[in-house]
């Protein structure tokens, strides 16, 4: 991690590059390795952080004139012409799809939000920054968010803001109380984040963001284009239960060219308008960037008001159980006393495989995840991608016992439980049906002493502990464990 006096100098060396017409390759690399003492290749430096300076320097160098939209573009495109092109990536990168907001581009999103000095502005994923302090040269107030700790470092130092440290994907979940946003602009991961690869991964940043958003507030969005009522299906329609689409345009692929990719863009506007109030709006093509601020500045409408000045802060209420709920007495199922009345259940069928089935590498530090050594019938494969290190991947997993185990028939056969969840019920059902080896005495303050041979020893059921991350739906498994028990008539 640079310290924020080197931070400030490179980035004003960089700056001063851009000035004096450009900076090649040949160039960043002469002087990172002349502010740090040494190359990459000798691990001084890497060529993501050298990137990642550019890029913050970049905004520093900008000239923003917001009563001539047309001209700052303008000025905006020539200045990215100067970057130098990234060509290298890192795994993390690709991993993170940290792939920045050009400029010119972030200033088509500023545009379409209409800002003004009042606004709070979210930026859940803002990188290294060019979204939010484009976005905050209006005054406004900024509340980001950076996963990645160098990007992180590196924003709080240039824009002197707190940077919150979230899983954005969680980010209406996870941020603090303070003002609810009343903008978010942001340019989320399209497919790829540190747990997994997903198709509907942008819009369920999108989805997260919009919860966050207060209410009558707009949402700009970098997106790709699967994040539409074609691709993201139910998704997309929960979005649109809160947020009315605004305006669609797809972008030219050639728009993240200096950052290295050629990729199909969206710009997305939502108004957060209320339930009911969504759908799709036509999405029109783009040629070049300067036909999107065209149609931007025709079709995006001003901001609806929010009446009030002030954003209103986020609360979390704590909701007291009416006296009623309190007093009334119900009738209670006790476990195995007509359990399976209550659902139609089946036995858990499943097969064991001799040989346990390989599960495919997806990087050179994951795999992909599927029950290696268990086949359940009529089992669904879990909603989205699950992943092992390859070290965990590498041990096979025992197979479970052969225990007389129903579920409710509809779990199953509707994937309300996955099969990866059904194989951890399996595993927890086999643990709790084992006795710990030997017999066991408790002493004065209460610990166990194995004491095979001593006096009232007893026996000790096994545990199950369950380290799954972010994903694997731990819930489900604990509720369909405990459940899977009741039915079984388990105390």
Same mark, same amino acid.
């Given at each position: 991690m640079l310290a924020q006096r080197v931070i400030r100098?490179?980035?004003?060396?960089?700056?001063?590059?851009?000035?004096?017409?450009?900076?090649?390759?040949?160039? +960043? &690399?002469?002087?990172? *390795?002349?502010?740090?003492g040494g190359t990459d290749a000798q691990g001084t430096w890497t060529w993501r952080m050298a990137y990642d300076l550019v890029q913050a320097a970049a905004v520093s160098a900008a000239e923003v004139d917001p009563g001539n939209p047309a001209r700052t573009l303008d000025h905006l495109s020539a200045l990215m012409d100067r970057l130098p092109t990234e060509t290298r990536r890192s795994e993390r990168q690709v991993q993170l799809q940290q792939f920045s907001t050009p400029l010119d581009l972030a200033w088509l999103a500023v545009c379409a939000a209409?800002?003004?000095? &009042?606004?709070?502005?979210? $930026?859940?994923?803002?990188g290294t920054g060019t979204l939010a302090r484009l976005?905050?040269?209006?005054?406004?107030?900024?509340?980001?968010? $950076?996963?990645?700790?160098?990007?992180?470092s590196l924003l709080q130092t240039v824009t002197g803001t707190t940077v919150n440290r979230h899983d954005a994907e969680f980010i209406a979940d996870l941020l603090e109380a303070q003002p609810?946003?009343?903008?978010?602009?942001?340019?989320?991961?399209?497919?790829?984040?540190? #747990?997994? &690869?997903?198709? #509907?991964?942008?819009?369920?940043?999108?989805?997260?963001?919009?919860?966050? +958003?207060?209410? @009558? @507030?707009?949402?700009? /969005?970098?997106?790709?284009?699967?994040? &539409?009522?074609?691709k993201a299906g139910r998704l997309w329609h929960r979005i649109c239960a809160m947020a009315t689409p605004v305006l669609r345009l797809h972008l030219p692929r050639r728009a993240f060219r200096k950052m290295g990719v050629s990729v199909s863009t969206d710009l997305l506007v939502l108004d957060k308008t209320g339930a009911g109030q969504g759908? $799709? *709006?036509?999405?029109q093509p783009c040629s070049d960037l300067?036909?999107?601020?065209?149609?931007?500045?025709?079709?995006?409408?001003?901001?609806?008001?929010?009446?009030?000045?002030?954003?209103?802060?986020? #609360?979390?209420?704590?909701i007291a159980p009416k006296e009623s709920m309190v007093q009334r007495t119900s009738r209670i199922l006790l476990p195995g006393k007509n359990a399976h009345s209550a659902a139609t259940t089946e036995p858990l069928a499943f097969t064991v495989f001799d040989a346990p089935r390989a599960n495919p590498p997806v990087s050179d530090v994951?795999?992909?995840y599927a029950p290696q050594r268990i086949s359940i019938e009529g089992a669904q494969p879990h909603p989205s991608p699950l992943v092992e290190s390859l070290a965990m991947g590498s041990v096979h997993p025992p197979a479970p016992a052969d225990l007389p185990l129903a579920?409710?028939?509809?779990?199953?056969?509707?994937?309300?439980?996955?099969?990866?969840?059904? $194989? *951890?019920?399996?595993? /927890?059902? *086999? /643990?709790?049906?084992?006795?710990?080896?030997?017999?066991?005495?408790?002493?004065?303050?209460?610990?166990?002493?194995?004491?095979?041979? /001593?006096?009232?020893?007893?026996?000790?059921?096994?545990g199950y502990f369950l380290g799954d991350g972010t994903g694997c739906g731990k819930g489900r498994q604990v509720a369909g464990t405990i459940l899977a028990g009741w039915l079984a008539g388990v105390g």
């Open positions: 100098q490179i980035t004003k060396d960089i700056t001063t590059k851009f000035k004096d017409g450009g900076l090649t390759p040949t160039q +960043l &690399s002469d002087l990172m *390795t002349s502010a740090l209409r800002l003004t000095p &009042s606004d709070v502005i979210l $930026e859940p994923s803002a976005a905050g040269q209006s005054g406004a107030r900024l509340i980001l968010n $950076e996963l990645d700790d160098q990007r992180a609810q946003p009343s903008v978010v602009i942001m340019n989320p991961p399209f497919a790829s984040s540190v #747990t997994r &690869s997903d198709p #509907t991964l942008a819009a369920r940043h999108v989805f997260s963001a919009l919860k966050a +958003l207060r209410p @009558g @507030g707009r949402l700009v /969005a970098i997106v790709p284009p699967s994040v &539409s009522a074609e759908g $799709e *709006t036509p999405p300067a036909m999107a601020l065209k149609l931007i500045l025709a079709r995006c409408p001003a901001r609806p008001q929010m009446g009030g000045t002030e954003p209103t802060p986020v #609360t979390r209420k704590v994951y795999a992909s579920l409710p028939k509809r779990l199953i056969t509707e994937g309300l439980l996955s099969d990866a969840q059904l $194989e *951890t019920i399996l595993m /927890a059902e *086999t /643990a709790f049906n084992t006795d710990l080896p030997g017999k066991f005495t408790r002493d004065d303050a209460g610990a166990l002493e194995r004491r095979d041979d /001593a006096d009232g020893a007893k026996h000790y059921r096994q």
